[in-house]
Nanobody, 122 residues
């Protein structure tokens, strides 16, 4: 199984980026796909998740209204559209896959991508 996140970069505050995550190696039907981020010196934190089959979404309060998660089942892709970016959104962003949500945090996620850096200049 391989998750590969890409699309990060440097953007000014107020700008937008779209992150992509390609998923391969198994069928992810009924799985949950999530995005997490980790800023320097901070714990990894949850950003958003989406159920692969129904497309049900959930967001951290810090990104609600600014970020949108989506998936393309035919292409096995998950996206994170990030608008109105703030300096505090600067982090390495990871995509991950969970079979079930038991803990409601990163412990649920079995597979992780390598991360993509997002840097927001103020």
């Amino acid at each position: 199984v391989q998750l590969q996140a890409f699309g990060g970069g440097l953007v000014q505050a107020g700008g937008s980026l779209r992150l992509s995550c390609s998923a391969s190696g198994r069928t992810f039907t009924n799985w949950v796909m999530g995005w997490f981020r980790q800023a320097p010196g901070k714990e990894r934190e949850f950003v958003s998740r989406i159920t692969w089959n129904l497309g049900t979404t959930y967001y951290a309060d810090s990104v609600k209204g600014r970020f949108t998660i989506s998936r393309d089942s035919a292409q096995n892709m998950v996206y994170l559209q990030m608008n109105s970016l703030k300096f505090e959104d600067t982090a390495v962003y990871y995509c991950a896959a969970a079979r079930t949500l038991r803990f409601g945090d990163s412990r649920d996620y079995t597979y992780w991508g390598q991360g993509t850096q997002v840097t927001v200049s103020s």
